[in-house]
């Protein structure tokens, strides 16, 4: 692709379409709001796998804006749903400099105003980066463990600027490490633990998924609910586990030619995964 294409929405569409709005995403985005209307300091926390990454990236229109907030990209065209777009999404690089951290954010913070000001008046995109207002209204910091105290002091320095909300994303254990940091730990408006679905919730995304073999879930069937209960025990909620766990049932059906998803054929799908500790 050159620089005269323009961006190519069909993976992030795809991406947005295949997303699942759970109950649990429900709570994150409450917890979201809250802490950008209030301006405090967030913390999330919840085991590997239950999605919190990809709720923060849907909450924040991410997988629109990633290819728009860079510099030297290719013109990607405004979509209306990304009108006034105040919130970043920053995965925590595995080692850098709190300097450079600092120049990043301050980097998309300008990509994120000027691509509201091209919104009000087309054709501004060269505006120089002093000139542009600054929209963030909430940044979200994901893989917080890989910080060091130096780098997480950066970002309270830029929440301390005012005008935003901050909220950390992190592994459970994660209130614990920041709990070593008073000054940043004071200032935690709300901590939310994000959890695995529920059994009635898997069992309503369950029939979804069903439909995507072209089957359909019957509770009151026998061989439905025990393969229903098997996949339940397995994945434990977990929708990293759930969606590899499918593409090797996907696989076990179509080797053996089989049209029916039963409790066996789930143990069999289970036996080609690598399952760690969830
Ligand atoms: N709401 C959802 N709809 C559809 N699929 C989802 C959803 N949430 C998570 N997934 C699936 O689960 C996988 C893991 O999600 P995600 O990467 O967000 O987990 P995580 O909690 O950030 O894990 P980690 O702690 O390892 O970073 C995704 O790649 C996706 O396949
Ligand atoms: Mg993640």
């Not at 069909?10 to 379409?17: D, G, I, L, N, V």
């Not at 629109?64 to 925590?92: G, I, M, V």
């Not at 893989?143 to 105290?149: I, K, M, P, Q, V």
């Not at 059994?199 to 309503?204: Q, Y």
């Amino acid at each position: 692709m050159n620089n005269f294409d323009s961006i190519d929405d069909t993976k992030a569409f795809s991406e947005q379409q295949s997303f699942i709005v759970t109950k649990e995403y429900r709570r994150f985005a409450e917890f979201c709001d809250a802490c950008l209307r209030e301006q405090y300091i967030g913390l999330c926390y919840g085991s590997p796998g239950v999605g919190k990454t990809l709720s923060a990236r849907y909450y924040t229109k991410w997988f629109f804006l990633e290819t728009r907030l860079q510099p030297h990209l290719p013109y990607a065209p405004l979509l209306p749903e990304l009108k006034d777009c105040d919130k970043l999404f920053y995965t925590a690089p595995v080692s850098s400099p709190p300097r450079l951290i600092r120049e990043n954010i301050r980097s998309l913070r300008v990509e994120l105003g000027r691509f509201n000001l091209e919104f009000s008046v087309p054709g501004q995109q060269d505006v120089p980066a002093y000139a542009v207002a600054d929209h963030c209204k909430l940044i979200i910091v994901d893989e917080t463990e890989r910080l060091s105290l130096t780098a997480i002091d950066q970002l309270r320095e830029i929440y301390d600027r005012g005008g935003l909300g901050l909220i950390f994303i992190g592994m459970p254990g994660l209130e614990k490490k920041l709990s070593r940091y008073p000054q940043l730990y004071s200032r935690i408006g709300f901590a939310h633990n994000y959890r695995a679905l529920s059994r009635e919730e898997m069992r309503f995304l369950l029939s979804h998924y069903w439909e995507q073999f072209g089957l359909s879930l019957d509770p009151n069937d026998y061989t439905d609910d025990e393969a229903v209960a098997t996949i339940s025990r397995i994945t434990n909620g977990n929708f990293r586990l759930l969606n590899r766990l499918f593409r090797q049932i996907q696989r076990v059906m179509k080797v053996n030619e089989l049209n029916c998803i039963t409790a066996e054929v789930v143990e069999a799908a289970r036996e080609c995964l690598v399952i760690g500790t969830v």
